[in-house]
T-cell receptor
Framework: GAVVSQHPSWVICKSGTSVKIECRSL??????MFWYRQFPKQSLMLMAT?????????EQGVEKDKFLINHASLTLSTLTVTSAHPEDSSFYIC?????????????FGPGTRLTVL | GESVGLHLPTLSVQEGDNSIINCAYS??????FIWYKQESGKGPQFIID?????DKRQGQRVTVLLNKTVKHLSLQIAATQPGDSAVYFC?????????????FGGGTRVLVKP
């Protein structure tokens, strides 16, 4: 149980285009979903927290107009990188929290490798 | 700000030996801690977690130890196998606080030698 999927697993796009990444919780309802980015050989950096039906909460320094997050249902959240540039190239990972028990454990998706040319 | 950090960036271990991965945290208000394993090109995989009111928890071949006095967390892997080669992250969180966010440490790479 607690499986999270992401689509696509990798994407290559031209500079200036927008890219949408989907995150789905397959066998549980996620009250909260999180979006991270990870550069090579570095740790995960939280970008934003999204709750179903409400606006996402962005971390300091993350441009909300550039990284659009929509959490339309309890099983789906999307991250849209608008007007992508080469510096946006990174590994984007989502996680979902079912809110079971007390630890609020986050279960991670497999990640999406974005390369902007 | 508060952070979770690791002492050793890379750990080489002989196959069959035990591995110990250490993590220091600075937020004394943390309620729980989680260890994740990340293989190359994949998302983090949950290994084990521990609440702050515990000092030890065991899973299959893994044991997590928590020392709140010195704010130290460790992950022990028994009889390390080649499939254990990965980057391991510790993370800390607080119950229903700060949006249930996790703070991740810098990661330790474990290399298992045959």
């Amino acid at each position: 149980g607690a499986v999270v999927s992401q689509h696509p697993s990798w994407v290559i796009c031209k500079s200036g285009t927008s890219v949408k990444i989907e995150c789905r919780s397959l066998d549980f309802q996620a009250t909260t979903m999180f979006w991270y980015r990870q550069f090579p050989k570095q740790s995960l950096m939280l970008m934003a927290t999204s709750n179903e039906g409400s606006k996402a909460t962005y971390e300091q320094g993350v441009e909300k107009d550039k990284f659009l997050i929509n959490h339309a249902s309890l099983t789906l959240s999307t991250l849209t990188v608008t007007s992508a540039h080469p510096e946006d190239s990174s590994f984007y990972i989502c996680s979902a929290s079912p809110g079971w028990g007390n630890t609020d454990t986050q279960y991670f998706g497999p990640g999406t490798r974005l390369t902007v040319l | 700000g508060e952070s979770v950090g690791l002492h050793l960036p890379t750990l080489s271990v002989q196959e069959g030996d035990n591995s110990i991965i250490n993590c220091a945290y600075s937020n004394s208000a943390s309620d729980y801690f989680i260890w994740y394993k990340q293989e190359s090109g994949k998302g983090p995989q949950f290994i084990i977690d521990i609440r702050s009111n515990m000092d030890k928890r065991q899973g299959q071949r893994v044991t997590v130890l928590l020392n709140k006095t010195v704010k130290h967390l460790s992950l022990q892997i028994a009889a390390t196998q080649p499939g254990d080669s990965a980057v391991y992250f510790c993370a800390e969180g607080r119950y229903k606080a700060a949006g249930n966010k996790l703070t991740f440490g810098g990661g330790t790479r474990v290399l298992v030698k045959p």
